[in-house]
Every structure is written in C-alpha cells, then in structure tokens.
C-alpha cells in the first residue's frame, strides 16, 4: 500500500501493511517474487530460501543464496518467475547461475499500445529503469531502490535453483557483532534457512535460531550474533 496522504501511510505502516524497506546496520535480504503466471494465475508453490554467509579470514563478507520452489506437477516444473532480490547497497556480484533474460520483442508494441491509453511514465520507476546495468555474463539485471542494491532475473525455480554470490561492502573484522534482516513478501509461502561460518579462532554466541533446518518465514526476522570474549 502506498498512500500520498503521510499520516495514512503512517498508520499502515504500523501494521507492516506498506512493504517498508528495513534498515540493517550490517545485512538485509528481502526477496520478492511475481504472482501472476503467465495466464495471470496465482502462483502458489512454496518458496525455499537458503542464505550462507562466510567471514573469510581475509575480512571478506561472502553471501551464497540459493532460491527454489518444489513442483507438484510438469506445469509447475516450467513456471518462469520474476526474481527482485534486495541487498545491502554496494554489494559486488561474484557469480549468478540459474537465471535468464526474457525477449524484449513485444515491448515497442506495449509502449503504443500504453500511449494509446494516455498512461503517466512513474518518474521514480523511470530513473531506476534508466539506471538499470544489464549483466549479460550473469543473465541478470542491478539497480538500486530504496538505499539497497536490487538484482532482477528470470528464473525456473521448480526446474533449477537461481543460485547468487556476492561480496558484501566493508570488513567483518571491524564489526563487534553482526545483524541480519529479513523481510517477508506478503503473499508468499516462505521457507528460509540461514548458516553462518566463521574461522576456528572467532567464537560467537550461542542463538536459539535452528540453523540446521529450513523455518516457515511467516513475518520479518532480525537475527543478532555477538562475538564471545
């Protein structure tokens, strides 16, 4: 929900209804899928969200997230989805696999087709599509949308999983703990699982998180881990 009236927005931002970006003093992850199939049905199928993060001993931040979706039928096997994955802003892309580009040929008959109908080009959409970097070796697209780096790609998720690795800005050597933030697209029947693996000689606190199975992810998540003296 988006309101131009700021008291209204206000109050549906109280009930998490307006998809708010978070903030994260460290790492963030939203993911948002497209609803609609091509027949413009709901796209039901639960999503599977995996997210590994390293502490090299180099000080690197290196995230590896894996995204799928089980499928009950050969339908759904060849369901193509539109992925926009949030991250932190600078993040560098390392490897991208499981994604495509979809053809642009119909898109000069949908922009006379719109100007026929007297459509307003959005300008905020306008800039970050303008902006928009095209990376043909990963089949994926990045821009930047509400303070975070945004990547974009086609995917069949029943088919394959949409694999991504990328390198997260600054050092975790500086860093006394680390913080993670996870939102929820409404909607979406999400399940996440989160490791974090850091080198034999830094201990962190125990978490009541289950690391060792995937959780259904039925509101945002905020987990925090100290280092142990």
């Known amino acids: 929900i988006y309101l131009a009236d700021d008291n209204l927005q206000y109050f549906f931002d109280t009930f998490d209804w307006t998809g708010r970006?978070?903030?994260?003093?460290?790492?963030?992850?939203?993911v948002s899928f497209a609803l609609l199939e091509n027949d413009f049905s709901e796209d039901k199928r639960e999503k599977i969200l995996k997210l590994k993060t390293e502490f090299a001993s180099d000080g690197e931040i290196i995230n590896y997230l894996t995204i799928s979706a089980p499928n009950f039928s050969t339908e759904e096997k060849l369901t193509e989805n539109y992925i926009k994955i949030y991250l932190p802003k600078g993040i560098i892309v390392k490897e991208a696999r499981g994604s495509f580009f979809q053809s642009n040929k119909n898109t000069a008959n949908l922009e006379n087709f719109y100007k026929?109908?007297?459509?307003?080009?959005?300008?905020?959409?306008f800039v970050i599509e303008k902006n928009t970097i095209r990376d043909e070796k990963n089949k994926i697209e990045i821009s930047e949308e509400g303070g975070k780096t945004v990547i974009g790609c086609w995917a069949q998720l029943s088919l394959r999983p949409f694999v991504l690795v990328y390198k997260l800005p600054g050092?975790?050597?500086?860093?006394?703990?680390?913080e993670l933030v996870v939102q929820k697209q409404s909607g979406q029947k999400t399940k996440f699982s989160?490791?974090?693996i850091v080198p034999k000689s830094i201990k962190m606190a125990p978490s009541l998180f289950p690391f060792n199975e995937p959780i259904f992810l039925e509101k945002d998540l905020i987990l925090n881990f100290k280092r142990q003296n």
């Open 21 to 30: 970006i978070e903030e994260s003093k460290n790492d963030y992850l939203g």
């Open 116 to 125: 026929k109908l007297d459509y307003q080009k959005d300008e905020e959409l």
């Open 171 to 178: 050092s975790w050597k500086q860093l006394p703990d680390w």
């Open 194 to 196: 989160f490791e974090l």
